[in-house]
C-alpha cells in the first residue's frame, strides 16, 4: 500500500501564493508518475499537472505559466507552486501518484485533499 500525505493548503488573497506538498510512504518498488487533480463546487474534476519520474511536466491551460509542479525523488514527495491565484483557483485539490508495488502490479493512490481557498 502507498499513503499519501498532502500539507500547505488554506486561504489566500487574490494574487497571493501557496505551495501544496504532497509525500509518498509505504511498500513499494518505486514512484512513478505523480501529479494534483483539483475539484471546484458544482464543477467537473480537473488535471491541475503531472510530473513523471524523469520530471516531464503537463499543465492544464487555466493554471500554465502561474502554477509549477516539482517533485524531490529522494523523499518520494510532490510540490505544486501556486502563484497568481484568482477566486476561479479555489478548489479541493488532490494530489495523486503511480506506485509499482511488485514486476507485475502497480497502484494509483489518491491525497486526502487540501483546500485551497482565494479570496479577497
Known amino acids: 500500500q502507498v499513503q499519501l500525505v498532502e500539507s500547505g493548503g488554506g486561504l489566500v488573497q487574490p494574487g497571493g501564493s501557496l505551495r501544496l506538498s504532497c509525500a509518498a510512504s509505504g511498500r513499494f518498488l518505486s514512484i512513478g508518475t505523480m501529479g494534483w487533480y483539483r475539484q471546484a463546487p458544482g464543477k467537473q474534476r480537473e488535471l491541475v499537472a503531472s510530473i513523471t519520474s524523469d520530471s516531464a511536466t503537463n499543465y492544464a491551460v487555466s493554471v500554465k505559466g502561474r502554477f509549477t509542479i516539482s517533485r524531490d525523488n529522494a523523499k518520494n514527495t510532490v510540490y505544486l507552486q501556486m502563484n497568481s491565484l484568482n477566486p476561479e483557483d479555489t478548489a479541493d485539490y488532490y494530489c495523486?501518484?503511480?506506485?509499482?508495488?511488485?514486476?507485475?502490479?502497480?497502484?494509483?493512490?489518491w491525497g486526502q485533499g487540501s483546500q485551497v481557498t482565494v479570496s479577497s
Open positions: 495523486f501518484t503511480s506506485a509499482r508495488l511488485s514486476q507485475s502490479a502497480s497502484y494509483t493512490s
